[in-house]
């Protein structure tokens, strides 16, 4: 049930332990096939009923009391086991909650339970995981995207009225796409980092799927703002949904061309409604041929600085070291990432070590300079630019995981958002042959009021539920 529903019918009397009881058994049997949690949270049941009980007394419960939120297991849980889908931390319990978390709670949302990811969030299919592929809750042969797949696809199957995930390079969005939600990544430091196991932080962003733009704005609304423990965060601008009309708006040409037809075709017919109070114009944005290599070049050069601290002896997996050479013991423990974030490791070791530094990683920092630049050009003419989330439909599981470059084409839409900070979104917008179609867009730095109002607008207009 939606959030904003289900909030105001527990306020209202409905009963949020009935509500969380019903939910884990129907948990319970959808997991054997869609396999969207690593962890599901039975304390959520005994939560509800303090809900439940504080509701009688008349406290104030806040304004998602009793609304049950999946976490993807990359965002750390007091008491609850965050693994990041990796062997390294497949029995690390964080000390404290993240920040996200603590306000999802401080409003009342139950923790239903941590999904499933790619390793690391590193990933465009959730199939890099401990416990194995997450399905697409359309048809359970394909993936549901990734890296945070498991959001999606548990808020597709009922299983949770929110998500939240992490977008470093559309992890959001392109499950949000392939699963057929609404998943948003908003403006870099909108929502405080703080307890999320970093990946390539100059990119990455928390960010929340649902099912409507409301659900999306009340909880953006509680997780947003500037966090003492993350000086990368600042307040949001003031967002008001409303019935707004004219949106100008830019398709990128190249996006365009580069996608499957059945996509191009999805995003043509929405597009045609939304020309009802949009502007539309095609243009060109030439560089982002290079976006792809910008952001793989910089991401693997984060992840490898970032993941140095798996060491065995701070967090995670760690085993007798008596009798053990020092760089013995570091090679065995760290022998067991899984092979795409070993190969990222050593790629971006390669990528910051002297002589290469000013060849790739300096490079690749120019190019996002660029694009930064292009993309505030764009703005000056336009509230919105447009594209495809993802170029292809969603694929069979095991097609693509042999061969990274696939995985990694594949992000071609998502990550110029990512390498220039502003706020994204992708929205259901057409099915082929069964099959979800997501249309992105992205506004400018702080834009959040007009990318929400025209989100809203589409939606109106493309009611796919
Ligand atoms: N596919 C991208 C990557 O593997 C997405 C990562 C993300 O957003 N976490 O880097």
């Known amino acids: 049930m939606n959030a904003y529903l289900l909030a105001k019918e527990i306020k209202n009397g409905k009963s949020a332990e009935d509500h969380i009881a019903r939910l884990l058994e129907y948990i319970e049997k959808k997991e054997k096939v869609i396999n969207s949690f690593i962890t599901i949270n039975q304390e959520s049941l005994r939560e509800a009923k303090e809900i439940d009980k504080r509701i009688k007394k008349g406290e104030n419960v806040g304004v998602l009391a009793g609304v049950p939120i999946a976490i993807k297991d990359n965002i750390c849980t007091k008491g609850i086991k965050t693994t990041c ?9 964080a000390p404290y909650d993240a920040t ?19 390793e690391f969030g590193m990933g ?34 009922d299983e949770c009225s929110i998500a939240l995930g992490s977008d470093t390079g559309g992890s959001v969005r392109c499950p949000a796409s392939f699963c057929s939600c609404i998943g948003f990544k908003p403006t870099y ?46 307040d949001p601008k003031a967002i008001r949904l409303e019935e707004r009309k004219s949106f100008r708006v830019a398709v990128i040409r190249e996006t365009i ?27 060109s944005l030439p560089y982002l041929k290079y976006a792809l290599a910008a952001y793989y070049t910089i991401a693997m050069a984060e992840a490898s600085s970032n993941l140095a601290r798996y060491d065995g ?8 070291p008596e009798g053990i050479e020092w760089n013995r013991y570091y090679m065995l423990i760290r022998s067991n990432f ?120 589409f939606e109106s207009l493309n009611d796919l539920s």
């Open 313 to 320: 002896m701070r967090y995670g997996l760690s085993m007798e």
């Open 338 to 457: 899984g092979e795409e974030v070993k190969r990222r490791i050593i790629l971006g070791t390669y990528i910051l070590s002297a002589g290469y530094y000013n060849r790739y990683y300096l490079k690749a920092q120019k190019v996002r300079n660029l694009l930064r630049l292009e993309v505030e050009k764009i703005f000056k003419n336009y509230d919105i630019i447009v594209s495809p989330t993802m170029p292809i439909l969603p694929y069979k599981i095991g097609e693509k995981i042999e061969d990274p470059m696939m995985l990694y084409l594949s992000d071609i839409d998502t990550i110029l958002a990512n390498l220039t900070n502003i706020p994204a979104i992708s929205l259901p917008c057409a099915f082929s042959n069964g099959l979800p179609i997501g249309l992105q867009m992205m506004a400018k730095y702080d834009g959040e009021d007009t990318l929400l109002n025209a989100a809203y607008a």
């Open 257 to 283: 061309e580069g996608a499957e037809e059945s996509v191009k075709k999805g995003i043509y017919s929405s597009l045609d409604k939304f020309s009802s109070i949009a502007k539309i114009d095609e243009i």
């Open 189 to 234: 430091g909108l929502i405080s980092r703080y307890g999320l196991i970093s990946y390539a932080n100059s990119m990455e962003s928390i960010g929340i799927f649902s099912k409507t733009i409301k659900d999306l704005l009340i909880t953006f609304k509680v997780i947003a703002g500037r966090d003492e423990y993350d000086n990368t965060t600042h």
């Open 85 to 93: 889908a990796s062997k390294m931390l497949e029995n690390f319990i």
């Open 100 to 118: 996200v978390v603590k306000r999802l709670k401080d409003e009342g949302a139950l923790i239903i339970g941590k999904t499933n990811m790619d």
């Open 124 to 157: 465009s299919s959730t199939e890099f995981s401990i416990i194995g592929p997450t399905r697409n809750p359309w048809d359970n042969d394909r993936v549901a995207g990734g890296s945070s797949g498991g959001s999606a696809a548990a808020l597709v199957a």
